[in-house]
């Protein structure tokens, strides 16, 4: 169980909307530390998934997205 203190409230993360997706994601992720749990505007979020993709499934898939190089900025 993740501690209320330690989410961070993803109002409070600036990002620089001109750099590439790739910079934004990963500044994001290291910004909000956990992805799946964090605030908006000082409410808990807890994200969950209802298929059979496992977390797992969805961190490769972040891998991928960081891998590819040629990712356009959107």
């Not at 501690?3 to 500044?27: A, G, P, S, T, Y």
């Amino acid at each position: 169980m993740v501690c209320d203190k330690d989410l961070i409230d993803i109002n409070k993360i600036q990002i620089n909307e001109n750099e590439r997706v790739f910079d934004k994601l990963l500044k994001y992720v290291i910004a909000v530390k956990n992805p799946y749990n964090f605030k908006v505007n000082g409410v808990k979020v807890k994200v969950s998934f209802s298929d059979k993709k496992s977390a797992l499934d969805i961190e490769s898939a972040l891998v991928k997205i960081a891998g590819n190089r040629g990712l356009k900025n959107t």
